[in-house]
């Protein structure tokens, strides 16, 4: 395959977080990043086999945008309270990094024409959005102040890696190996619907699936039938409490065997269609799609939902169903899980903060000398 054509765009290094101006290459499973004004020697090559995970991707793709433009004197007015831009800030004098924040507040004064043009003399309050400075209000002049602009279309080169990149997940999702977990006690009490009545004492190794963005409403006795409906697969299906404050519920799906793993595992990757529910929210699975050995009832006693499927005594259900690419369904669903896919992203990242803040707190005072 040869090289498409060279992109410029901006991207968010992995490791300092800020922003650089790159020309970005595609070929074969690679993507070359340059970094414009450094060496050659800073070049990043990224595979496509790096990625564990849909959501890994997702988190990739977002570290390339269009580049931002200067915000020019003339221009001030369109900063305005609560924009998102990206900054400049000097970490020593003369090394300059870029990273996004948002404006806070401006300071308003006169523009000046002493040179004859027009010269900006408005403070902008930024509040950093990442970084070292993540959460800190700052003052800054209009020359270190740059417009996000927005993603009218992906970029070609991205887009192409990013293909590659979804196979070889989808790939790894086939033939990934279960891990071993152990359920603490109880375990099973935190799940809802569960007919105690079904299980016995025997314990079996089980495959597991995790689900969120499930409708609140929705049972598991649904989940299960859609299933069986759709791959003929017969499975164990739970729906996890939620707060009253969450949007959406998690659920779980228990497989009996290897085979069943791989054929539903197929099934969600599929490209063609995005499981959503009648009122149109799409499943996500979960992070890494968890398969891992749980003990469980064994395959022997099975639930009376899963009963009833082998029996063949089961109805059509219209709360879950499939919706097809090049639909107006699918482009909404699509959108949809992107959307949940940035939101678990930003709580991952308040997650860590927390935890760093919490560090901070709990950390005990150097002793005294």
Known sequence: MSAAAESELEFRAEGDDAWYSVLVAA????????????????????????????????EFEGRFRPVSVQLQ????SKAVEGLPVCASHSFNGFDLRFYDAVIEHVITERHSRAKGEEECLCTFVL???????????????IENICLVQSKEKPDRNVALFLERAKEKIGKK????????????????????????????????????????????????????EFIHQQ???????????????????????????????????????????????????????????????????TGTCLLKSQKKLQNGNTGISHELKLAYSGTEEFKKAKLLRDLHAEFTFHLERLHKRLATEEKKILQPPPASV
């Open 27 to 58: 070929q074969g499973e690679r993507l070359t990043v340059k970094y414009v004004g450094f060496s050659d020697n800073l070049d990043e090559v990224f595979e496509a086999s790096r990625f564990e995970s849909f959501e890994e991707l997702k």
């Open 73 to 76: 004197d003339e221009e001030c």
């Open 127 to 141: 509040v950093w959005q990442h970084g070292p400075g993540a959460g800190i209000m700052m003052e800054k002049k």
């Open 173 to 224: 999702c086939a033939k990934r190996s279960v891990s071993q977990i152990h359920p603490s006690e109880g375990w099973a009490e935190d799940i809802n619907e569960i007919d105690r009545q079904d299980a016995d004492l025997g314990r079996a190794d089980n495959y597991l699936i995790l689900i969120e963005n499930l409708e609140k409403d929705l049972s598991p006795s649904t989940i299960t």
């Open 231 to 297: 791959t003929s697969i017969v499975s164990q299906s739970y729906v996890f409490a939620s707060s009253s404050k969450e949007l959406y519920a998690r659920g779980a799906i228990v497989l009996n065997t290897d085979k069943d793993l791989q054929v539903l595992c197929k099934f969600f990757n599929n490209p063609g269609h995005i499981i959503i529910s009648s009122r149109g929210r799409p499943w996500v699975v979960a992070r890494n799609i968890l398969w891992r050995d749980i003990s469980a009832p």
